[in-house]
């Protein structure tokens, strides 16, 4: 039978790989914990539940900060918005700076079109990457048809009545 030793983990700065660290193997007393270093463990709980050690980000905007560039068909914004928002929230952006309200818009990432419970982060958004923002067009020609009403336009058809 074979006796395992049990061993000490403790809180402090610990490099992997060459970097070295506080703690090096071999050296004696490698196993105590001896740490001058008592600051606290900063927790937060992620979208998908998950509980993980915090972060610390550097990034030029603020903190979990990041600038998306819409483009639209003519013309593109620089937004700046929290790394861990939804698709939802962006919208809700868009709409004071695009006058589309957020159920008219269509956001494209990658190709695909994102769901509104979607979050940035998860998906794969980062800082200066580029969403596709399109106006839905089944509302698009809901709007058209009001407009010709209001004005009592007769609207367009697709055949034509012939008499002989």
């Given at each position: 039978?074979?006796k395992?030793?049990s ?7 610990f ?22 270093n008592n600051?606290?463990?900063k927790?937060e ?8 050690q ?33 698709f ?6 868009l ?6 309200e957020?159920?008219e818009?269509?956001?494209?990432f990658?190709?695909?079109?994102r ?6 982060h998860?998906?794969?958004?980062r800082?200066?990457?580029?969403v ?5 067009p ?6 058209k ?17 012939i008499s002989v």
């Amino acid at each position: 039978m074979m006796k395992l030793k049990s061993k000490k983990f403790c809180r402090g700065s610990f490099k992997f790989g060459n970097g070295g660290g506080n703690v090096k193997g071999g050296e004696k007393g490698a196993g105590n914990c001896n740490n001058n270093n008592n600051s606290e463990i900063k927790w937060e709980l992620r979208p998908g539940g998950m509980l993980v050690q915090r972060r610390e980000t550097g990034s030029s905007v603020g903190e979990g900060m990041i600038v998306i560039r819409v483009s639209t068909v003519s013309q593109w914004h620089d937004v700046s918005i929290e790394a861990t928002s939804t698709f939802g929230e962006l919208k809700m952006i868009l709409s004071l700076v695009t006058s589309l309200e957020p159920r008219e818009q269509r956001l494209v990432f990658k190709g695909k079109e994102r769901e509104d419970d979607e979050y940035l982060h998860m998906v794969g958004v980062r800082d200066k990457d580029k969403v596709i923002l399109l106006q839905d067009p089944a509302i698009k020609e809901m709007k058209k048809l009001h407009r010709l009403r209001s004005t009592n336009q007769q609207i367009p058809t697709a055949y034509h009545t012939i008499s002989v």
